[in-house]
């Protein structure tokens, strides 16, 4: 088994799933010829053509929209958007028709359609880069959002999405693409689509996360194991829908939870996490569920991207709160 | 400069028979008859509080029927709210209309290939031109049509929809109703650009104009752009120049922004059912007292269509869960429980 990073993964997957589905097809900018701007389609075009991999012309609405018609002729489409920043165009596609047709032609249509793009902040990206706008699709009914932290995770969550009847947007955490490498199974596995994953397992304070964050969870949560503190890290993996089981046992069993995430706090999916574990785990809670996120400011420019980015000192300082009796 | 002449068949009623034969000539005839009783039917219907807020498609039955007559039942049809009359030829009963009409997410009908009318303005033209790509793709022998007004074309996904098509040559054809208003907004206030269908040379496509009151043009320019398209042409923008009699929708008043005098001549000689009726008569082929009998059996059959409507049961609150998702999720599941814990 090769050791790859999540680069490696995906465009390993999508060279495999291509093979293996000739319905598969990829489109975005500068996808084709020039294999992506973080090179996920690597020698994709090389190998099945721009028939099947497509340069598309600059427009974000006219990706996904045309792939909602893709999806529905027949076809299974990966629309790529070349940085969640740029993704806004292409919200309407995703609220007013992909995330609708199926409740609106009472199941008569579906769109098996998957809308990858990069997201997140950590690597000094230019402006408007680096947001991490998932609340505004897990906020959309009839989506499905996931978000994969490892190599692993990546090709085997990019596998259920592609063979998911309903529309899935794919996140991938901009930071993580290189960073770590680890042994991934060639050929098809799937990660489930909705299930959360233990990274850590800890009887003292569950901390949920995503994404890059989980990287910066595990880090912390080690430093707090070599000071006799068990922190259960739950890296989340699917958005929507929330694995709920998996966050109900969790804080159940520890009684503490932190939440972790860098998009801004107001209206970011911590609270909604908050709320469902005051439906499903508050008796047993021993201190209040605390969050740590970006702040309600535009994601800014780098210069200043360190003081916005959850760090080790800031969800150290609050985890050691949340452990207070 | 390009000239853009309208497009017109009935004027040449020598030639006409020749492009349209006088039995798909009538059989057009009649259902535009049809589409506009069900429509009237409609108009009361809301009025009597039995139906919700309806868009009527008054004048515009040449351009509905005519271009739905050019297409093949393996064609997309992608309609917007005013289609019904397209959709009904394509094989949507006007029972689901209703339906729709009433609050209930119904347009479709089985196989029939369209999707739910867009609601939101031109978003639905990208859909067209994936559609006509996946057709292509799959060697299908089909095309894909946007139904859409004036109004869509000051739309961003109006330029990208037609940008991708003519990239990617597309098997799609656009057809802009060109009924004159947007709601209450005249359309030389959507662009400066003399006519729409000159957008198409900025997109490296064909563009035509036509009289979207000569319901056997209409059927004619569709044909064509069809023909082009299955011949790798590429695709075609159509602008059909019609008039929309009616309100905007029966929650529109239409005495706010234009003179009852404007409509005069779009009820009398231009109205497309009376234009089609007089060379029908001039054909031999329709009779003084046809249109009664036509008028009667479409009375007929559209209040078979609202009875059996009507008759429908009653919805119910699992329907608006289980068609969000293939599978219900978890959440869904409890809500609809919280839901019908509450009704009982």
């Known amino acids: 088994m090769a050791e790859q990073n999540m680069v490696q993964a995906l465009n390993t997957a999508l060279h495999e799933m291509f093979e293996g589905d000739a319905r598969i097809l990829l489109m975005g900018e500068d996808v084709g010829k020039n294999g992506g701007v973080f090179r996920v389609s690597e020698g994709l075009f090389d190998k099945f053509g721009g028939q099947r991999v497509i340069d598309t012309p600059l427009a974000e609405s006219g990706i996904i929209g045309t792939a909602i018609g893709l999806a529905v002729g027949g076809m299974r489409p990966i629309a790529e958007v070349q940085f969640m920043g740029f993704l806004y165009p292409g919200l309407d596609q995703l609220f007013s028709h992909a995330g609708r047709l199926r409740a609106r032609s009472v199941g008569q249509v579906s769109v098996p359609l998957l809308v990858r793009m990069p997201y997140g902040g950590g690597i000094r990206a230019p402006e408007q880069h680096a947001d991490s706008a998932e609340a505004y699709l897990t906020h959309t009914p009839g989506l499905k959002v996931v978000v994969p932290s490892t190599p692993y995770d990546a090709k085997g969550l990019l596998y259920s999405a592609i063979e998911d009847p309903d529309p899935v947007i794919f996140l991938e955490p901009i930071r993580m693409y290189r960073l770590g490498r680890m042994e991934v ?10 299930q959360a994953r233990v990274a850590k397992t800890g009887s003292d304070l569950t901390l949920i996360c995503w994404g890059a964050m989980t990287h910066l969870a595990m880090t912390v949560a080690e430093d707090f194991q070599k000071r006799g503190i068990e922190i259960e890290v739950l890296d989340l993996r699917t958005l929507a829908p ?44 021993k201190a209040p569920v605390a969050r740590v996120t970006g702040f309600d400011v535009p994601y800014p420019a780098y210069a200043w991207e360190d003081f916005y980015m959850p760090n080790p000192e800031r969800l150290s300082r609050v985890i050691t709160e949340t452990l207070k009796d | ?8 068949v009935m004027g040449d009623d020598a030639n006409a028979p020749n492009l349209v034969s006088d039995d798909l000539a009538l059989r057009i005839y009649k259902d535009m008859v049809l589409l506009r009783t069900f429509d009237e039917k409609a108009l009361n219907l809301q009025r009597q509080g039995r139906v919700g807020t309806f868009p009527p498609s008054l004048g515009q039955e040449a351009t509905e029927i005519g271009s739905a007559y050019a297409l093949s039942k393996k064609d997309w049809l992608v309609p917007s709210y005013r289609d019904h009359g397209a959709l009904y030829v394509h094989g949507v009963p006007f029972e689901n209309v209703i339906l729709f009409a009433m609050g209930r997410a119904a347009s479709l009908a089985g196989d029939v290939r369209a999707l739910p009318s867009s609601i939101p303005i031109a978003t639905h033209l990208p859909h067209a031109v994936g559609l006509a790509m996946a057709m292509q793709m799959q060697g299908e022998e089909s095309v894909a049509i946007a139904y859409f007004g004036d109004g869509a074309t000051s739309e961003g996904d109006f330029h990208e929809a037609l940008n991708f098509a003519g990239v990617f040559k597309a098997p799609a054809i656009f057809l802009c109703q060109n009924n004159g208003w947007a709601i209450s907004v005249p359309v030389s206030r959507q662009t400066a650009s003399p006519t729409l269908a000159q957008k198409a040379v900025a997109y490296g496509i064909h563009g035509v104009r036509v009289d979207g009151n000569d319901a056997l043009a ?10 082009r398209a299955l011949s790798k042409e590429g695709p075609t923008l159509i602008e059909s120049l019609t008039y929309r009699l009616g309100p905007h929708t029966t929650a529109d008043d239409p005495t706010r922004y234009r003179q009852a005098e404007d409509l005069v ?14 060379y029908l008569e001039k054909q031999g082929v329709l009779g003084p007292k046809d249109l009664d009998g036509m008028k009667k059996d479409a009375q007929e059959w559209v209040n078979q269509a609202v009875e059996a409507a009507e008759a429908m049961p009653k919805v119910k609150p699992i329907e608006m869960f289980e068609h969000v998702y293939a599978v219900m999720p978890p959440r869904l599941v409890q809500q609809l429980q919280d839901l019908e814990g509450g009704v009982q």
């Open chain 1, 242 to 285: 929330l694995d709920r089981q998996a966050i109900a046992s969790s804080v159940a069993k520890t009684g503490r939870c932190v939440i972790l995430h860098e998009a801004p706090r107001t209206g970011g999916l911590a609270g909604e996490i908050t709320a469902l574990i005051m439906e499903v785990a508050f008796w047993y809670l």
């Open chain 2, 1 to 8: 400069m390009q000239a853009w002449p309208i497009y017109r």
């Open chain 2, 218 to 227: 209409v059927y004619q320019t569709v044909k064509q752009a069809r023909e």
């Open chain 2, 265 to 278: 001549p779009w009820r009398g000689e231009h109205d497309p059912i009376v234009r089609l009726g007089v």
């Open chain 1, 185 to 194: 199974p060639e050929g098809r596995f799937t990660v489930p689509i909705g």
